[in-house]
Nanobody, 127 residues
């Protein structure tokens, strides 16, 4: 499975962006999917995850209520809608796919649980 993230850019604080992650392969709909981010000098951080069906989601506390993860299995795509962006949201955002679809989505916060990674897309939020 190959993942391709897009949609990053420069936005003012309070603005919004939608990230997309397209996947190759016919097994996308069986994978749990996640978004992570990595700011300069910091470790990769979990942002959001969604179950294979889209029925369950989980968020980092600091983005809950501002970000929404969703997926369209017919299009092999997962999205991250980011509203009310803050300068502290500035990072490279990565999408990731996991074959561990039997694990509760609330536990899918560790990078090691994901098998496939996209290349990252830059998000910069100016104050």
């Amino acid at each position: 499975v190959q993942l391709q993230a897009s949609g990053g850019g420069l936005v003012q604080a309070g603005g919004c962006l939608t990230l997309s992650c397209g996947a190759s392969g016919r097994t996308f709909s069986s994978y749990a999917m996640g978004w992570f981010r990595q700011a300069p000098g910091k470790e990769r951080e979990f942002v959001a995850a969604i179950s294979w069906s889209g029925g369950s989601t989980y968020y980092l506390d600091s983005v809950r209520g501002r970000f929404t993860i969703s997926r369209d299995n017919a299009k092999n795509t997962v999205y991250l809608l980011m509203n009310s962006l803050k300068p502290e949201d500035t990072a490279v955002y990565y999408c990731a796919g996991s074959q561990r679809s039997q694990i509760s989505i609330a536990r899918m916060t560790a990078p090691a649980l994901y098998d496939y990674w996209g290349q990252g897309t830059h998000v910069t939020v100016s104050s």
